[in-house]
DNA sequence: TCGTGACTGTTTTTT
DNA sequence: ACAGTCACGA
């Protein structure tokens, strides 16, 4: 077929654009991943590369295999083989799992992928070895300021230590790293840094890529980050033929570090880049458009795109405010079934958005209630189970004998008397040996009591430890001899009688089961694969990729999930102020421009018909909360909308108010005292978290306390107490305080928002 | 060592 | 609401 077919003036200039670099920047729906597609099929086909030069980079793993099976479409089959078609992490992962053997990495070619689970535990450990207060430094917190060093490519040595929160950091950060690499493991950042660390001081090897990449591609351009942009020169840096697509609008990652100023840098590095917009929108109609765009045009600093279509005006979007969050999903529910009833549409025309994955909750159960089917993506539904965890955890540990997150993880799965003490005593006797806990338990299946270890553990521990090291053993000499991965898995299963031990009966248990013979179905399908892609595409694929195109139901999904793709119809849920935007973003300028554009691509997905839902009332943590509707509402002219909301009618407001009062009584009979002031507590925190635009005080840097010793305060929930010690740390004022409720309580002033008494 | 009940927090989004 | 953590007794 023609390759420049079916395209407009813009977008075949683009796809048939001679050597050197291409910005192609243009809004939504205008055509820009199918310039990408058209462009490496015209490339190979027409200009004559090799697929084995060319390098496309996508955002998600489903998106690189949908522009696979685009370009074979286009090509025929066959035509694409050797072709490096990926996500950053899958491309770095491939490179990595390359170069390891050459000495240049801290880290041996069979080196795993740890999973955002794995990194927190990593961080838990490391927390508790140097004796740091995780109430003051949560785990999670400091992964994220690790993670955020990361992306910016900010090494452990480059790491500024200039507070004392960076300090901590660095400490934990430099710990972090090592426990990594004792592990022969890495992180999701790990494949991007080491990547460019790579290409940036070997020479050679930065010259095989280079070479080999006559070409390189990349789609979603905007949400890349400073280890991406770095990565990407080095790559082009021998033909400098670099092709990308993107558009600033859509920027909705900044949060993992991804920064849609690359497009400004590109353009500065590369300064004899061709830009191309495309103005053509032919996704939606101009109904929806208009609508995106007056909800965008409110972000400062940013150029304006042109955008028409040629789609006709289209239906008014729909707005409709429930009374609460079942009648916000029952809403959907019968928008869909109506039109599928009467065969307006098929249940694929539809997805439902939203901010949160716990939002997906409620729905989901609208759905099942109804008898309909859905498609749910990512939530960690499968991969984020225990008993799948269970299984890949024993899996990691045959191919990476040093994993000691999976071992902790599993050396007492089924319980099998191995408790924490003993595994305590097994890690520090390695250490003291300079040893892997691995060895251990394979020099104690090996030799028995005879081992130097066995009187060091004590019998019985030691007996229970040469169990399982023989286990292993067994294992690992399967793997060794050939052994193909379903009989790994199986052998697994059988040696640890996973099945007695999960299958208890009860429906949960049969559950479970359920889940591990799933992961053995996918383990069978990678049986000539072998275990390394197995893992390592359970690292790197995640639920998010797996949406069977071929089922024919309503989509449901985060709108960060929707990126890329279109929907006929498209419901935005939860437009409430707090939720949407985030009451995580209000504070900060550019996080809250951020939600605007999640919104944004929201909007856009839709071709024909948005429903903007919002409800008045909705649970949060067991107590419930009112808040109002998002100020992305207020920036759609009422020209454009058409509210389905009942009339807000009084009987509604008072019924919502009956849920208050029985929720007052409840608690207030049930235990009086201690429940009451639990309840109120969790009342106020839900209120103020929704509660709209007012600022959480946060302080500017305290230099002098402002509570003293002997100072008389009151807490929300702990009710009166007595100041006993106030000091400055890290910025902040840290209290001890002892309450008469509570007792002795250490808290941080500006968050506890305490009253002052006396 | 393991099972239990009480306690506590819950940072959105994801490779 | 709910799950993960913790302290305690068997
Ligand atoms: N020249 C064209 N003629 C007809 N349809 C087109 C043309 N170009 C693009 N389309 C269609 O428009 C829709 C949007 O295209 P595509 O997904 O490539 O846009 P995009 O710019 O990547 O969108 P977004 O940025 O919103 O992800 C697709 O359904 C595509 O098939």
Known sequence: ????????????????????????????????????????????????????????????????????SRIEDLLGPNRLSGVWLGTFHSICARILRREAGSGLLPFDSNFVIFDADDQVSIVRQVIKDLNINDKIHRPTSLHAAISDAKNNMIGVKDYPA??????????????????????????????????????????????????????????EFQDTNMAQYEMLRHLA???????????????????????????????????????????????????????????????????????????????????????????????????????MSSGAAKGRDFAVMYRTNAQSRLIEEAFLHAGMPYRLVGAQRFYGRREVKDIIAF????????????????INVPPRAIGAKTYETLISLARGADQKAADILADLGRSGSASLYWDKLGGRASAALANFGMMLAA??????????????????????????????????????????????????????????????????????????????????????????????????????????????????DEEMAEERRLFYVGITRAKNQVYLLRSEQRSLYGSFAYQDASRFLNDIPESLLQSQSPRASRAQRASAWDGADRWDSRSTWGQPEKEASRQSYRANVGSRAYSGPQPIQRSAPVIETQYKPMMRVSHNSWGEGIVLESKVEDGDEILKVHFESVGMKQLVASLAKLKIIS
């Open 237 to 339: 840096s021998a033909h400098q033929n670099i092709f990308v697509v993107g558009d600033e609008d859509q920027s909705i990652y900044r949060w993992r570090g991804a920064d849609y100023r690359n497009v400004l840098r590109f353009e500065k590095d590369y300064p004899g880049a061709r830009k191309i917009l495309l103005e053509q929108n032919y996704r939606s109609t101009q109904s929806v458009l208009d609508a995106a765009r007056a909800v965008i045009d409110r972000n400062r600093h940013r150029t304006p795109k042109r955008l028409f279509t040629e789609r006709g005006a289209g239906s008014k979007l729909i707005y409709y405010e429930a009374p609460d969050e079942r009648a916000e999903a029952a809403y959907i529910i019968d928008a869909i079934r109506n039109q």
């Open 395 to 410: 899996l990691r540990l045959v191919h990476n004998p040093a994993d000691e997150v999976s071992l902790s993880r599993v």
């Open 475 to 588: 294992w690992r000499a399967l793997l060794v001899n050939g052994g193909s991965l379903p009989s790994l898995f199986d052998r697994i299963l059988t040696d640890t009688r996973y099945r007695e031990y999960i299958e208890d009966g009860s429906e949960e248990g049969r559950d479970r089961w359920e889940n591990v013979d799933e992961l053995r179905r996918l383990a069978f399908e990678y049986s000539e694969h072998g275990l390394d892609e197995f893992l390592e595409n359970l690292a790197l694929v995640s639920d998010q990729d797996t949406i069977r195109e071929s089922d024919d139901a309503p989509t449901l999904l985060t709108l960060h999930a929707a990126k890329g793709l279109e929907f006929n119809q498209v419901f935005i849920t939860g437009l409430d102020e707090g939720l949407l935007p985030h009451s995580r973003s209000l504070e900060d």
């Open 162 to 219: 200039r507070n004392y929160r960076e300090e901590v950091v660095l400490r934990v950060y430099e710990q972090y790293e090592k426990a990594l690499r004792a592990n022969n493991a890495v992180d999701f950042d790990d494949l991007l840094l080491w990547t460019v660390r790579l290409l940036a001081e070997t020479p050679q090897v930065r010259e095989t890529y280079a070479r080999k990449f006559e070409h390189v591609l990349v789609d």
């Open 1 to 68: 077929m023609d390759l420049l077919e079916n395209l407009n003036r813009q977008q075949s200039e683009a796809v048939s654009a001679g050597p050197g670099q291409t910005l192609v920047l243009a809004g939504p729906g205008s055509g820009k991943t199918r310039v990408l597609t058209r462009r490496i099929a015209y490339l190979i086909d027409q200009m004559g590369v090799r697929p084995y030069n060319i390098l496309a980079v996508t955002f998600t793993n489903k998106a690189a295999r949908e522009m696979g």
